[in-house]
Nanobody, 124 residues
Framework: QVQLIESGGGLVQPGGSLKLSCVAS????????MGWFRQAPGREREFVSA????????YYSDSGKGRFTASRDDDKNTVYLEMTSLKPEDTAFYHC?????????????????WGQGTQVTVAS
């Protein structure tokens, strides 16, 4: 069974940057769609980004467009989310997720395997 483990979260000042990593074990991420989602207390899970099997198609939420960059390294079974110009409203628990569908979904229901997440806090 594939397991996803996120890392790289922490406390960062507004305007700063963080790079999150998601490492898969127990299986390969080759031929998968990988997604990033976030959830803040009292809010629904929110789509952040999704990246296609080959990495040629990448989608971002309106809030992340121009600030966030998703990438993947299938040889290392790892996907990344580079975040810059961070705002306090970006504070959330960030999860990566995996789908074996060819479709690049942007809904939580499109992804079957989820990591436990890593906390990102943007504050002074």
């Amino acid at each position: 069974q594939v397991q996803l483990i996120e890392s790289g979260g922490g406390l960062v000042q507004p305007g700063g940057s963080l790079k999150l990593s998601c490492v898969a074990s127990g299986g390969t991420i080759k031929n998968t769609v990988m997604g990033w989602f976030r959830q803040a207390p009292g809010r629904e899970r929110e789509f952040v980004s999704a990246i296609s099997w080959a990495g040629g198609n990448i989608y971002y939420s309106d809030s992340g467009k121009g600030r966030f960059t998703a990438s993947r390294d299938d040889d290392k079974n790892t996907v990344y989310l580079e975040m810059t110009s961070l705002k306090p409203e970006d504070t959330a628990f960030y999860h990566c997720a995996l789908s074996r569908s060819l479709y690049v979904g942007q809904r939580a229901a499109d992804f079957a395997i989820w990591g436990q997440g890593t906390q990102v806090t943007v504050a002074s």
